[in-house]
């Protein structure tokens, strides 16, 4: 009888469900998405919105947009799409910043869990140390024996305030007993024009953002924040096998929705999504920017966005790093 009942029910439930997702299928998109980009133009996020927007834009019929609005550590951007309208029309694409935000910024004026409908998970991508090309450090052993005696002498750069980037230079400060300082700025593209001019010693980058620097010389990569090395760049190590156990790090790229979006148009992008990346070009090109690759559902995204928000959180009050 209970088995008959559950049956009974999931025929209901999805009877239901049918005409909503029919709905969602026939009216969306209605014009031009908007995706906003809470980084400057140029860095990964950036890269991969619009890689993805192109792909979706073809698959619906309609422009996707890229809106890039840094600042505040992707919060600026945030609080704004969290008063939006939740009609699939503006998207969001972030990053791992948005499951930091609520850890290290003592006040803000959205909530990054209730006010945020997760879609999906594109890809993930380790970060990466580099140095500028003149620091004399060639190693990981190098870079932290000159960590522990220039201390604060010696910076790092990172996209905003609250990023990833940022809290694994406090991370590493942490593990190696340093005071490095970091320098904050609104963006990957512009910390990097800055690493390039020598303006800042290091970088916690995202691989995506580094790889041509890397690959040309101008930028000396010194160890991988992951737990094995990537495909892509074979001959950078680990930190673990550089000599620094358990310093794993790394940047994710995920598009949200205002949180009162309907479930089945919710459920048709992440499908749409899953669908893009899917293609084979799409796949190659996330693969050759270092990423892994993820497209996963609305609510497998959310528990990642879970696990992901209690990591920070006890790595900021290892740190002690706050934002003003």
Known sequence: MTSRR????????????????????????????????????????????????????????????????????????????????ADGQTLYMTTSAHTIAASIYSKLDFDPVKDFSPISLVAKVPLVLVVRPGLAATNLQEFIALAKKEQSALSFASPGNGTAQHLAGEMFNTAVQARTTHVPYRGDAPAITDLLGGSVDAMYATLTVVLPYIASGKLRAIALANDKRVQKVPNIPTFAEAGLDKFEAATWFGVLAPARIAAPLGERISQDIKAVIAQPDMQAKLIDLGAEIVANSPAEFRGFMDEEAQKWKKIVATSGATVN
């Open 6 to 85: 559950t049956f009974t029910a999931a025929c209901v439930a999805g009877a239901l469900l049918a005409p909503a997702m029919a709905w969602a299928q026939a009216g969306y998109p209605k014009g031009p998405v908007k995706m906003v980009v809470p980084y400057a133009a140029g860095g990964a996020t950036d890269i991969i919105a619009r890689t993805l927007g192109d792909k979706l834009g073809a698959k619906w019929g309609q422009p996707v947009v890229i809106e890039n609005k840094p600042g505040a550590g992707t919060t600026l951007a945030a609080s704004q799409l969290a008063r939006m309208a």
